[in-house]
């Protein structure tokens, strides 16, 4: 089982949680496999993540920019936080250091 942030969510994924409600109450069933539809209705739900099928340390398969890109996306409402600023800047520094690279000095921010 993984956590996945809601807009990097593919078709073919399958929960391995319910998504419930504001009010705990099942919507959306375990076992189901996502299509485009039922992702465009959990983007506009405003859920930040759901749990899938797969390993918790996978990183899908994803590029290091990807993994990048989702760190933006979920620090884009504190660019003028520093200290939010600072915990964006030590993680993009530890996914370098777990990929064997190193972070270039400006870091993309996305909207």
């Not at 942030?5 to 929960?15: A, D, E, Q, Y």
């Not at 990183?59 to 990048?68: I, P, R, V, Y």
């Amino acid at each position: 089982m993984k956590r996945v942030v809601i807009h990097t969510l593919l078709p073919g994924m399958v929960l391995v949680k319910p998504v419930t409600n504001a009010n705990g109450l099942p919507i959306i069933a375990v076992g189901t496999t996502l299509d485009a539809i039922m992702i465009e209705r959990l983007q506009g739900m405003e859920l930040t993540s759901v749990y899938v099928e797969g390993d918790a340390g996978d990183s899908g398969g994803k590029t290091l920019e990807e993994l990048e890109a989702e760190l933006d996306h979920r620090f884009r409402h504190v660019i003028q936080d520093p200290l939010q600023q600072l915990i964006l800047a030590s993680l993009r520094t530890h996914l370098h250091a777990t990929r064997g690279t190193t972070p270039t000095a400006e870091s993309p921010t996305s909207s």
